[in-house]
């Protein structure tokens, strides 16, 4: 068990250095640095003298090891627009968008979970046949559309709801919603197939072989094997539902990080850009590598892998 | 369950064509006419959607009062016709989402064919950055890209295929891993073929069915991207009409009611991406079983 | 010694999705076991013989459907028997083994958990009691050290040590009646003589009436005392296992004897039997077996023989057999 630990460690450290090459990488490739690292409407005196700052007239190795060296020191700039640390300004918008997205996480659960469980027991009835639509409609409708007509039912034509803004429940219904109505849809369809492939499994042959009631052939036999591929990806997808929120955050004002990257696009505030992205796929490879542990934990077979 | 309603949703969706049996009349009805609609953009529009009269604003569809027969759709806060914008943007949407589509498949197939058939440190470095690539989501990926080289329509596409590529990579190559071991591509070596012929004739024609069922699935997921882009500023610039920029504009006039400029450019989106998906999916089952797990 | 098992009759046929193709897997099928006798069921793949088993369960896949025939088990009627008495016959009074014991046990529950299921749910046992009952079936199948065994999962086991463990289950709850499909086809070849042994041991000991369906006459020589040969679905032939060894009355039975290589025998070809097996959503018209039957007459082509008498207790479906009588 520790030397697969070791190992998804040993991965995740790799995936980590090559996120930060490809930013690098890319940052350098399309022309002049210095003209994003420098505000909007700065002079030539500007830029040449964050040239020197950033040693952009260096070699690319030598500025990649300062690069790397300034984020192991937490320094991932200064924002142009706030006038404040990037890092920190990250950091108090993060718990927000882990607000959204764990609500939004509970919604697609809640939802997806059990259409899935009972799509695959009642398999081509009915409920399936409008499963598989709302799995449709979930997967084709952009989850910032969802918000928007969200706000225009219940903001504007009910009066019920908020339409930007946070602070009370009341404001994260909406956003929560319209982000996870696609994940919904993603979920319960893998929950469908996941459940339709262990109840044609031999095991579940053998539980009903055993006149074990269908309640507990379905509820104890089926469902944890099922849930095993489903929990993966909602682990997966709740981080990458912190960095998708981008447009629903921008739609609904919601102040976590997605809006943040938004703020940075629209004030041309690069360093925000930059940190973000970077954060957002450091939190991706970190999460994914503790779903990989947790699944050994839950599944006997891993634990035991040699 | 009352049978008679079964047999008509039963219907409903085999007309909608889920069943794998069915050809999907209806998506590919709907995707040749936004095909068609976008070819002759400039013969059908009543109106030239970049310009409008300050004077019409805010029209309302032609049903509903306030509306007039001279806006079927309504009009922008602009002045612009809506219906015009709608036309032209289902150009930009199949430019920008086919092009792309189409180089990341071209990118992606042929770096998956060389990372799987050739194997080693060309594999390694292959799979090293797709893995990577690929852990970035997409949208922020394709946001961080844009915010450097700034938008524009071409910048969009290479944009889309530079995030999106990695997603066939992956799969081809995982389908020549497994096409190596089979008898012909050895009896190939055995004849002497040279790599590279191998790759192109005996790899390339038996990939070719997966690529062209991802790159189906995938044209829904990047026309979402395009538009989720240009919603916020950084994908087709104004005032060319893309429909991701028209939603942006709505959201200006959402709190006042104006509902057509919200509902109509996105019911068009999911007109478009649904029809994607549903094509894809039958393409999908019928190409290939074993591609049952994409 | 009473009839336990007396099917008459019994037709399953597989319907596709829309109804157009009827496959019969199984075929007017007729035989009896009484209590404590071994029946084997012998054929190719594809005959239809687990489709049989599982028929007389009642637990086919959606798309197949028993359309005729009866199963009087202990003298009532199973297909007549609503969903939740089944439910109690199965795994309490008629237990099934399945082919590949690691897909037969759920990777994520222990042993000890899997095995004391039958019986908390048949019998309400409370958990210690089942899981002391467990280890005692444990050790009854020949586990070593069953006590630690109840706390492992299947994947640690070995695959004779999980065929057991599938054995140990099928007997918790004292059935008279255990069906065993194909159970050593997955074993390997020397811990097969070990695992048939035990199961005649308990079928000795627990007065047990089985089913054993295999395609190896090997097997059916040794363990059974009845034997019913299926073809394409049908029952080509029946009877006590001496007397169909010596003398069948079936040309494909025949032709299965003469197909076992035997040491010493002097020949230098193998026998086989010409030809494929049929298909079963369009088998041949009249005797399924003519297109590949040494004997065949004019009279099989066009019909095909219903279930005729040749000897005590001793059916064949042959039109030869016919002119026997």
Redesign the interface.
Known sequence: MRRFILRRLGFAV??LF??SV??FF??RV?GDPAV?LVEPGASQADLDAIRQQFGLDQSLPVQYGSFIAHLARGDFGQSFYYRTDVLELYLSRLPASLLLATVAMVFSLVIGLPTGIVAAVRVN??WD??G??FA??G????S??VG??M??FF???LGWLP?SGSGTLLHVLMPAFALGWYFAAAHMRLTRSSMLEVLG???V??????????A?VIGK?AF??ALIPVLTLAGINLV?MV??A??VE??FAWPGVGRL??E???F?D?PV??A??LL??AM??TV?LIVDVLYAVI???IR?ER | MNGSRAAGLTLAWRFAAFRSEGFPLLPTLILLTLALVAIFANVITPYNPEIGSLGDRFRPPVWQAGGSAEHLLGTDHLGRDVLSRLIFGARVSMVVGFTAVIVAGLLGTGLGIVSGYLGGWVDQVIMRITDTWLALPALTFAIFLAAIVGPSEMNIVIILAAVYWTRYARVIRGEVLSLKERDFVRLAIVAGCSKRTIMRRHILPNVLNSAIVLATLMLGVVIVTEASLSFLGVGVPPPKPAWGLMLADGKKGLMAGYWWLTVLPGCCIVLMVLAANLLGDWLRVKLDPQLRQL | MSLLLDVRGLSTHYVSARGTRVTRAVDQVSFALEEGETLGIVGESGSGKTTLALSLLRLLPPAARIVAGEVRFEGDDLLRKPAAEMRRIRGKRIAMILQDPMASLNPLFTIGDQVAEPIRIHEGAGRRGAWVRARELLRAVRISAPELRVREYPHQMSGGMRQRIVGAIAISCEPRLLIADEPTTSLDVTIQAQYLNLLRDLQRAHHLAMIFITHNLGIVAKMCDRVAVMYAGRMVEGGPIRKIFNAPAHPYTKALLESIPRLGDGRARLTAIDGQPPDPANPPAGCAFHPRCPRVMDHCRKEAPPELVVGESQTARCWLAADRR
């Open positions: 790799v995936s090559l996120l490809t930013i890319f940052v399309t994003l009835g009915w046949s409008a598989k639509i449709l409609l997967l084709s409708m952009p910032f559309w928007l007509l706000i225009l903001s504007v034509y339409s499994s031999e095991y042959k053998l539980a009903r072989l055993k006149g074990l009631p269908e507990l036999h944890k094997n990458l960095n998708v981008v447009v921008t739609v990257l938004y940075g696009i629209a041309r690069f850009v930059q973000t992205v957002g796929g991706i490879v994914n599944d006997p077979r035991y």
